[in-house]
């Protein structure tokens, strides 16, 4: 395997974009079996790698339009992009059986299912935690991007509301300052810790293991990688009850509303139900090796790579097809 690290610009709009219009331009004359792309967002970026005939596969990511942070112009740029992947991919990916389903039924176009995975570990002894302030099984934990649509606002406000002498901890931040990253400064207080980001995999993992609950609010993605991994660290999780969350947790933690209250409630609950919990924690584990080992999502990316390369996923827009021709006819 060849890691490639490619530069992008460092703008809320261009980042993505910026580093996928340099890995298409470096790869476009690769002699490539199939070229996997992330995010719909990048789909028309792809259409010179169609022109040429190459084997596109593209795994949809979230539906993006649905983030606050877009106006207009940027849910349209979404909603658009969403389906030139369907015309220019040999085969779309979905992360989620609710992202499968959304392109069934606005776009007409099926998609092969495949989640994220995540190991299932164990940390026999914490070292590195200390450094923050906290001891094992003494806080709550969220990991997140500040956001509007991942709640860390909604998290922050529902633990104030809890008696507790535990804290709350926050991994995670914004690269670009706006107002909801200063309504977040403005509810801090004592016991909630703001970590920034943390990119130390070893000291995420002492977090995720040693936690006493954590907090899941991403609310407009798929198969959240972030809920894979409090699953498999065995965390008692609360997450935020919208469709995708369920699907992957199902009866592996509990679930609450939009609402504060809702939020305060459940972790309360956690706070006086301290018996109940690893009968949770097993039944995640348990979860992710059966369904989401990394093991198993490997074997699924394989198989439809070998699909996509022996022709089992033709691409159909005529359009592309028109311009392929034009640029390289075929001998008669």
């Known amino acids: ?18 580093h996928t219009v340099l890995s298409v331009l470096h790869a476009l004359f690769k002699p490539y079996d199939v070229y996997m792309i992330f995010n719909a967002a990048n789909s028309l970026i792809v259409l010179p790698l169609r022109i040429l005939g190459k ?16 106006g207009f112009g940027g849910k349209t740029f979404y909603k658009i992009s969403e389906r030139i992947a369907c015309l220019v991919a040999n085969r779309l990916i979905s992360d989620s059986k609710g ?12 998609s092969t299912e495949i989640a994220y995975g995540a190991y299932v570990k164990r940390c026999t002894k914490p070292k590195r935690i200390f450094k923050l302030g906290i001891k ?35 991994v995670g931040g914004n690269p670009y300052p706006n107002k909801y990253l200063k309504q977040i400064e403005s509810e801090l207080n004592d016991n909630i810790i703001l970590t920034g980001f943390i990119y130390d995999k070893d ?13 899941h609010g991403n609310s407009v993605g798929g198969t959240n990688p972030a809920l894979l991994q409090s699953m498999a660290f065995a965390c008692f999780t609360i997450a935020i009850g919208v469709s995708f969350n369920r699907d992957v947790m199902t009866d592996c933690g509990i679930y ?26 097993q039944k995640a584990q348990s979860r992710i090796l059966e369904n989401y080992s990394w093991e198993k999502i490997a074997d699924q990316y394989e198989k439809l790579f ?18 392929h021709l034009f640029l390289f006819p075929q001998k008669r």
């Open 1 to 18: 395997m060849n890691l490639i690290y490619l530069p992008n610009l460092r703008n809320k709009s261009f980042d993505t974009i910026s």
């Open 55 to 70: 084997k596109i596969v593209i795994n949809t990511d979230g539906l993006e339009w649905k983030r606050s942070k877009w």
């Open 99 to 110: 992202i499968k389903e959304y392109y069934k039924k606005i776009h007409k176009t099926e």
């Open 136 to 170: 094992p099984n003494d806080y709550f934990l969220q990991i997140t991007r500040f956001e509007p649509e991942n709640h860390p606002l909604l998290t922050i406000k529902a633990f104030k509301k809890i008696k507790t002498n535990k804290k709350l901890v926050l």
């Open 203 to 215: 000291m995420l993992e002492e977090l995720w293991y040693f936690c006493y609950a954590y907090i």
């Open 256 to 281: 609450y509303k939009n609402e504060v209250s809702s939020l305060s409630r459940q972790m309360q609950w956690v706070l006086d139900n301290k018996e109940k919990l690893d009968e949770y924690k």
């Open 306 to 323: 070998y699909d996509v390369f022996n022709g089992k996923y033709p691409c159909r827009p005529a359009l592309t097809q028109r311009i």
